[in-house]
């Protein structure tokens, strides 16, 4: 059985005024959200390029350019999808995917089983497939100041 590993790491800046999405749920009591040219959600971008790079599929900028208009205000949690079809297409399917959660806001854990259920479900997975974790910057770094949202993610695929 062949393995590939991928990672992949995100950071979007938090700011007021932006829908809070993580993980393709929303935190509609967060006063802060992720900002960028899509719906900002850097845990779906941080698991894209874990599973495009353990298919050997470059990363999310190759697949999605982020000055190409049609992604504006795209749902990050359909760009995995898309993403995730391409991976397939190569013939490989999930083993588990590892994802942290770095941030201050919002509070990651009363949601992260929801986050699970939706990330496993673009990937063709089940929710004990997906694991997430929630950890603060201790008021260090631009985490810590609440000025960021960062996310790791690894993904672990083998051929179907
Ligand atoms: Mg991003």
């Given at each position: 059985m062949k393995l590939r590993i991928g990672q992949g790491?995100?950071?979007?800046?938090?700011v007021t005024g932006r829908p809070?999405?993580?993980?393709?749920?929303?935190?509609?009591?967060?006063?802060?959200?992720?900002?960028?040219?899509?719906?900002?959600d850097a845990v779906c971008h941080?698991?894209?390029?874990?599973?495009?790079g353990a298919a050997g599929l470059g990363d999310i900028g190759g697949m999605f350019p982020d000055d190409?208009?049609?992604?504006?205000?795209?749902?990050s949690l359909g760009l995995l999808a898309k993403a995730w079809a391409a991976v397939?297409?190569?013939?490989y399917k999930l083993v588990n995917a590892d994802v942290v959660i770095i941030?201050?806001?919002?509070?990651?854990?009363?949601?992260?089983a929801a986050m699970k259920q939706k990330l496993a479900g673009a990937l063709g997975a089940i929710p004990t497939d997906v694991n997430i974790k929630g950890t603060r910057g201790e008021g260090m770094g631009p985490e810590g100041r609440g000025e960021c949202v960062t996310v790791q993610a690894v993904a672990l695929?083998?051929?179907a």
């Amino acid at each position: 059985m062949k393995l590939r590993i991928g990672q992949g790491w995100d950071r979007h800046r938090l700011v007021t005024g932006r829908p809070c999405i993580l993980g393709g749920v929303g935190f509609p009591d967060c006063p802060v959200g992720p900002s960028g040219h899509s719906d900002g959600d850097a845990v779906c971008h941080a698991v894209i390029d874990a599973v495009l790079g353990a298919a050997g599929l470059g990363d999310i900028g190759g697949m999605f350019p982020d000055d190409d208009p049609i992604w504006a205000g795209a749902d990050s949690l359909g760009l995995l999808a898309k993403a995730w079809a391409a991976v397939r297409q190569e013939g490989y399917k999930l083993v588990n995917a590892d994802v942290v959660i770095i941030c201050e806001r919002p509070l990651i854990g009363s949601r992260s089983a929801a986050m699970k259920q939706k990330l496993a479900g673009a990937l063709g997975a089940i929710p004990t497939d997906v694991n997430i974790k929630g950890t603060r910057g201790e008021g260090m770094g631009p985490e810590g100041r609440g000025e960021c949202v960062t996310v790791q993610a690894v993904a672990l695929l083998e051929e179907a």
